[in-house]
């Protein structure tokens, strides 16, 4: 099969590729590098030189987006992973946000409508949820997002909502939770950058780093934040998934990626420890604008319609990213 991928250079884009190419796919990827470097890009062309092709590309460009597409008819499925993620920055950037996340989605559909593809998965967030009184979120649940990402997020899965409703375009939105371990063999590494995990991996390298913890008044178990962590393994076998369930079931769904357990920030760091037996230097910080207290997924949506579940724990997950990134 021939599969086109945004974002490709980022960690969960260059990952989704790796496996796709592994399982003798082809793979077409863009990414503009505005948040990835080409080290990815340069691993996945060595490795697969016959069945990986790289172009930059601003999903922003539409005329360069309906260029590729009208040459590649044969495309057989199509992921969208491309976004500006940085919840901070979006806060101080919403302009930028919405033009990269919210524009560029509507360029990919409206490139794929003209050369007559009508299937998109797209790489939502649990971010869309905002704060809930009520755990696990479940799809049922109404979107309150907080910060301006997760207002993209949305918005862009409203865009794919209304074009199945106007014009029969398919679409799959999968709203991941928090993104953690590596894919496996792959040689493909992330620094997670703006993330704990990013931190945590800095703090284990770094003697001298501290890692930050943002807020320690939450109302949960421990006063810091709460989330459902999820391997990238689980995330990639979430999207076969979503594509076996998409040819049958024509719509615009949203659907969760979790496990369905919620870790706070202190258990991710004790975690963090116990896999590298070393103490992680820690301090509390003001909470962020546009963060949360606590969101964890229901997953028995996916458990039944895309007979899904995620399999790795969060031990599992803290010793792939580190060993794999080292």
Same mark, same amino acid.
């Given at each position: 099969m021939?599969?086109?991928?945004?974002?490709?250079?980022?960690?969960?884009?260059?990952?989704?590729?790796?496996?796709?190419?592994? *399982?003798? %796919?082809?793979?077409?990827?863009?990414?503009?590098? =505005?948040?990835?470097? !080409?080290?990815v890009? @340069?691993? &996945?062309?060595?490795?697969?030189?016959?069945?990986?092709?790289?172009?930059?590309?601003?999903?922003?460009?539409?005329e360069?987006?309906?260029?590729?597409?009208?040459?590649?008819?044969?495309?057989?499925y199509f992921?969208?992973?491309?976004?500006?993620?940085?919840?901070?920055?979006?806060?101080?950037k919403?302009?930028?946000?919405? *033009?990269n %996340?919210?524009?560029g989605?509507?360029?990919?559909? =409206?490139?794929?409508? !003209?050369?007559?593809? @009508?299937? &998109?998965v797209?790489s939502?967030?649990?971010?869309?949820?905002?704060?809930?009184?009520?755990?696990?979120?479940?799809?049922?649940?109404?979107?309150?997002?907080?910060?301006?990402?997760?207002?993209t997020?949305?918005?862009?899965?409203?865009?794919?909502?209304?074009?199945?409703?106007?014009?029969?375009?398919?679409?799959?939105?999968?709203?991941?939770f928090?993104?953690?371990g590596?894919?496996?063999? =792959?040689?493909?590494?992330?620094?997670f950058?703006g993330? &704990?995990?990013?931190?945590?991996?800095?703090?284990?390298?770094?003697?001298?780093?501290?890692?930050?913890?943002?807020?320690?008044?939450?109302?949960?178990?421990d006063?810091?934040?709460?989330?459902d962590?999820?391997?990238?393994?689980?995330?990639i076998?979430?999207?076969?998934?979503?594509?076996?369930?998409i040819?049958?079931?024509?719509?615009?769904?949203a659907?969760?990626?979790?496990?369905?357990?919620s870790?706070?920030?202190?258990?991710?760091?004790?975690?963090?420890?116990?896999?590298?037996?070393k103490?992680?230097?820690?301090?509390?910080?003001?909470?962020?604008d546009?963060?949360?207290?606590?969101?964890?997924?229901?997953?028995s949506?996916?458990?039944?319609?895309?007979?899904?579940?995620?399999?790795?724990?969060?031990?599992?997950?803290?010793?792939?990213?580190?060993?794999?990134?080292?």
């Amino acid at each position: 099969m021939k599969i086109f991928v945004t974002g490709v250079a980022g960690y969960i884009g260059a990952s989704f590729a790796f496996k796709m190419l592994k *399982d003798n %796919n082809r793979v077409i990827g863009i990414d503009n590098f =505005s948040n990835s470097t !080409k080290d990815v890009i @340069d691993r &996945l062309a060595t490795k697969f030189p016959d069945d990986f092709s790289f172009l930059e590309a601003d999903i922003r460009n539409i005329e360069y987006l309906d260029k590729i597409f009208s040459e590649n008819r044969d495309i057989k499925y199509f992921f969208h992973f491309a976004a500006l993620k940085n919840i901070p920055e979006s806060q101080l950037k919403p302009q930028l946000y919405r *033009d990269n %996340n919210v524009e560029g989605t509507r360029n990919l559909i =409206s490139a794929m409508k !003209k050369n007559g593809f @009508d299937t &998109l998965v797209f790489s939502s967030s649990a971010a869309v949820y905002g704060e809930q009184d009520k755990q696990p979120v479940s799809e049922t649940f109404k979107p309150s997002p907080k910060s301006i990402y997760a207002k993209t997020k949305l918005e862009c899965e409203q865009l794919l909502h209304n074009e199945y409703k106007n014009t029969q375009f398919n679409s799959i939105s999968l709203r991941y939770f928090n993104p953690m371990g590596l894919c496996k063999n =792959s040689g493909i590494k992330s620094s997670f950058s703006g993330s &704990l995990i990013g931190s945590l991996l800095k703090s284990a390298k770094e003697p001298n780093h501290v890692t930050t913890i943002y807020g320690s008044d939450y109302l949960t178990k421990d006063g810091t934040g709460e989330r459902d962590y999820i391997h990238i393994e689980d995330i990639i076998s979430g999207h076969l998934a979503a594509i076996k369930y998409i040819e049958k079931n024509k719509g615009s769904f949203a659907i969760n990626l979790g496990t369905g357990k919620s870790y706070s920030v202190l258990e991710v760091v004790k975690n963090f420890e116990e896999t590298l037996n070393k103490k992680i230097n820690i301090e509390f910080g003001s909470r962020r604008d546009g963060d949360i207290a606590k969101s964890y997924a229901d997953t028995s949506r996916a458990n039944r319609e895309l007979k899904w579940k995620a399999i790795y724990n969060l031990e599992e997950m803290c010793k792939d990213t580190w060993v794999e990134n080292n």
